[in-house]
């Protein structure tokens, strides 16, 4: 088999990877081939949700006439990532026909639970063996017991083993257990101890790729992004950390992304380089799980930075009013979406935002000094605007009045 890593390379050119939720996709796709085909499949092709196919090397392989077991090899390209080179294996086997309640909820996913093809019912389980953690706290994407494996992962490998099954006429159940040898061991060295997920990794990726990005590069990126921004007459621009910012920017806002940059973690060294590129404003549109550490002054929203999200919380809550036990429920959470819904339950919301965007005005207008003006709104995907600083949208109108010569 050859060298089937160089799958490309960013603009700065680090190599690109793939992540875990491809490995299991690629490895549960060989298996379930090998399962019906009855012979070995040494190298499997896989679409992305990027767009980017990938042919990934199986290994492994493990056939039984009643089951398959393969892996694939994470490859992470030049991001330093801590699940690079480990094996994700793929488990797929015919079970008996599951109760119509389907698999116990701590055991399995039922992802497919009743899928019509022209053979009859397709019944797909998914679940997590050794090395893939299981969530023990509320308040993550998936319910307490079950295996910590994402949403896009999920829908890439049921999809793939689905089409397995239909090309080859299979009706009935099939179940796929995921596994991740060693990653026990490895999860001690990522955040999901405290996110509470337990005995393992997780299975993630959104887009299928691992686009790493240096510091330098990333910094690099923003100036000229900016900067060509500014050579092309434009003295006002919005600022996103990333794909949810340009998402709500684009979908619930219907502004322009051609006018925003991407600041990833770094808002503060975006907010320098407007400064010096004589910019007038910056507009920051961002998630509140990152943009809610703007209101203590942080600027750098990496979580190896810092992480006071809850504390944030807490202390507005506390000024508004909330009671200890609310405080303490919020210090608990183990995300934004989690505290934004305590807020809300206890009617604290609006008043709680209003001091925090009062708190990121503060630290923007700070940074940005005299020179240059800086805004922000904050959203959440299940609210929408929590928050915006008090001239967000006169800048939003001066930003967008740009194109029209404004």
């Known amino acids: 088999m050859g060298d089937n890593r ?3 390379t960013t603009r700065s050119g680090l190599r690109l990877g793939w992540t875990t939720g491809s490995c299991a996709a690629g490895a549960a796709k060989a298996a379930a081939r090998m399962l019906f085909a009855g012979e070995s499949v040494e190298q499997v092709c896989l679409t992305t949700p990027k767009g980017i196919r990938l042919t990934l090397d199986v290994e492994e392989i493990s056939r039984h006439s009643d089951r398959v077991r393969c892996a694939v090899r994470k ?4 991001d330093p990532d801590v699940t690079d080179g480990m094996a994700v294996y793929a488990c797929v086997e015919r079970v008996p026909d599951m109760p119509e309640e389907g698999p116990a909820p701590d055991r399995a996913f039922l992802e497919i639970p009743e899928k019509e093809s022209p053979h ?14 299981r969530v023990r706290k509320r308040g993550l994407e998936q319910k307490v017991g079950q295996p910590a494996i994402n949403r896009v992962p999920r829908r890439m490998i049921t999809e793939e083993v689905a089409q397995i099954c239909r090309q080859y006429g299979y009706s009935g159940t099939i179940k796929v257990t995921v596994s991740i040898p060693g990653g026990e061991e490895t999860a001690k060295r990522t955040f999901n101890p405290r996110l509470g997920i337990e005995g393992g990794l997780s299975v993630l990726g959104t887009s299928g790729i691992v686009e790493p990005m240096s510091e330098k590069a990333l910094t690099d990126t923003i100036w000229l992004e900016m900067k060509m921004l500014r050579g092309n007459g434009y003295r006002s621009c ?3 950390p990333g794909n949810y910012g340009m998402d709500f920017l684009r979908e619930s806002l219907g502004l322009s992304p051609e006018l925003a940059v991407t600041c990833s973690n770094y808002v503060g060294e975006t ?3 407007g400064v010096l590129l004589g910019m007038k404003s910056i ?5 509140v799980g990152k943009f809610i550490k703007l209101a203590a002054g942080v600027m750098d929203t990496h979580s190896r930075q810092a992480d006071c999200r809850m504390e944030i919380f807490a202390a507005h809550a506390a000024m508004a009013g909330a009671d200890a036990g609310t405080a303490r429920a919020l210090m608990s959470c183990i995300n934004t979406a989690q505290a934004v819904r ?5 009617n604290l ?5 209003e001091s925090v965007m009062e708190r990121i005005a503060f630290y923007l207008h700070q940074r940005g000094g005299e020179g240059m003006r800086v805004e922000a709104i904050v959203f959440s995907e299940e609210e929408g605007i929590l928050g915006q600083t008090a001239r967000a949208g006169e800048l939003l109108e001066m930003t967008e009045g740009q194109k029209n010569g404004g």
């Open 283 to 287: 507009l920051l549109v961002g998630h």
């Open 349 to 353: 919301l609006e008043t709680v935002m």
């Open 271 to 273: 907010i320098d380089d």
């Open 6 to 8: 160089e799958i490309g």
């Open 75 to 78: 490859y992470s390209g030049d």
């Open 238 to 240: 919005y600022a996103v």
């Open 120 to 133: 009859g019912r397709l019944r797909i389980i998914l679940d997590g063996g050794c090395g893939v953690g």
């Open 342 to 346: 305590i807020l809300k339950e206890n």
